[in-house]
């Protein structure tokens, strides 16, 4: 079971807030001190170190926002099985849609036959389950 949290801070404001400490830190140490002021450099460093953050934050959105586990709704149909209908998705419509299928887990994937031969597809509930989501190309 994965971890919900009850409230989500949008990566917009996540960056924004950042941007404002940066300005703030900025203008700040533009200002005079009391032992006196900061040099070109340190004011640099400040500011390099405000972009690093905020770069390092949207990398880490990124990678934990799912753009590696989405799956195109385009890819799946109904299967009929010894269990009866099955919601699943084809291995080679995800291929050719650029999903790396070998990241799947392999313990959603089975064979159908159809009438182009053995087929590999995954199961729609054992993928959302471990984490994918299935969503609709939006134009």
Known sequence: MTYQPIWRISRKSVIATLLAAAVA?????SAPARAGQLTD???????LLAVGVIAKLIEDDRRRGGNGRVLPASCEFDVHTR????RVMGQRCLEDAGVRTARLPSQCAFEVRTDWG????YG???LQNAGWRIVAHRR
């Open 83 to 86: 269990d009866g209908w099955r």
């Open 41 to 47: 450099f340190e004011k640099a460093l400040l500011g």
């Open 25 to 29: 830190l900025v203008a700040v140490g």
């Open 124 to 126: 729609s509930r054992c």
């Open 118 to 121: 053995r087929r590999t597809v």
